[in-house]
């Protein structure tokens, strides 16, 4: 590093000086190297993918009670295909067979329909149907609604409350967000948008895009307060001209998480203005202890996204959600518009 001095830093875009460090790092010592840069982590999560992989066996399996012909046979009947599935897993005897009986008793501890969740989850990962309801498997959200409260909602019981919409993943979900933001006249050419940085340096084409043409607000966190925001920073989002606040908790690439305090000024901020739309991306929740999200704060004002990229490696299936609370101002928002533009 003595040959990098911080001038010729400067003139590297973020993805070079990632690859630099990289290298310092694999050279500093003997400790196995742990990295997620670029967002792709070097480790996977195996229970997962084992589970998926006994779930997709027993599928098969099953189907073939219904032949057609060698490769081709009928799909698996729902009726019975929990006890079907559980009498499957007790023959395997082995670790990913117990963790999938784990799930099997939690789902009768929730008194859920036990075919109906076990059919869910057999014909999702047999991928042999159009998902219906098509926003959001019925179980699958109460699932992810449960583990969100955890990592990001706060144990706050917001997962009573909360609608998903699973994306291919988390950069899919923004684009969804910011589309849906202008199609529903949330945003027009020319509002103004604050953004923390830096960010995930993609995100900082989104303002200027034709489709928004945007005018970006840095709300900007500093070096010298460890990457963190400053509180008088927010004080600019108490503006009405600020339509939007994006950004990236706990940030990328400054690894920080909002404290109390910050999400404190938020809940301030909304009070004077109530119409602000925060957009946060979330996706690195689980490395930081006792996460709080905005979301948890202020839900009505806050479009939440989180990615399953990070903690489980799974950046290459895309696995997304943006989480909306099911009272909010979005749909305060339509309901106070004129008739044509609902209309549209």
Request: charged fraction near 25%.
């Amino acid at each position: 590093m003595e040959k990098l001095n911080e001038q010729s830093l400067e003139q590297l875009n973020p993805f070079e000086i990632s690859s630099v460090m990289m290298e310092e790092a694999k050279r500093a010592g003997k400790a196995k190297l742990h990295d997620a840069g670029r967002g792709n982590p070097n480790w996977i999560n195996i229970e997962a993918r084992r589970a998926f992989a006994l779930l997709l066996e027993f599928g098969c399996s099953d189907a073939r009670e219904l032949p057609i012909s060698k490769d081709i046979v009928g799909v698996p009947g729902n009726q019975g295909i929990f006890r079907r599935l559980k009498d499957f897993l007790v023959q395997q005897e082995s670790e990913t067979a117990l963790f999938l009986l784990s799930i099997l008793q939690f789902a009768e501890q929730q008194g859920w329909p036990a075919d109906e969740f076990a059919a869910e989850m057999i014909h999702g990962v047999i991928g042999d149907n159009y998902p219906v309801p098509s926003r959001c498997l019925k179980f699958t959200e109460k699932v992810l609604n449960l583990y969100f409260e955890k990592i990001l909602y706060g144990n706050k019981g917001l997962y009573k409350s909360s609608a998903i919409f699973p994306t291919e993943g988390g950069t899919a979900a923004i684009v969804y967000i910011f589309n849906s933001l202008k199609q529903n006249f949330f945003i027009k050419n020319g509002d103004k948008i604050a953004m923390n940085t830096p960010i995930f340096t993609p995100y900082l084409d989104i303002p200027g895009i034709n489709d928004y043409e945007l005018v970006e607000l840095n709300v900007q966190s500093q070096e010298d307060k460890e990457w963190t925001i400053p509180l008088e920073a927010l004080e600019v989002l108490k503006s009405p001209e600020i339509k939007v606040f994006f950004l990236v908790n706990p940030s990328n690439p400054g690894a920080m998480a909002l404290s109390k305090e910050h999400l404190d000024k938020l809940e301030e901020v909304v009070q004077e203005n109530p119409h602000l739309i925060v957009v946060t991306d979330d996706v690195y929740a689980t490395y930081v202890n006792d996460f709080e999200s905005i979301y948890a704060r202020i839900p009505r004002n806050t479009i939440l996204v989180y990615s399953f990229s990070k903690l489980y490696g799974a950046t290459g299936w895309r696995i997304g959600d943006i989480i909306v609370h099911k009272e909010n101002i979005f749909d305060d928002k339509i309901r106070q518009m004129p008739a044509e533009k609902k209309e549209k």
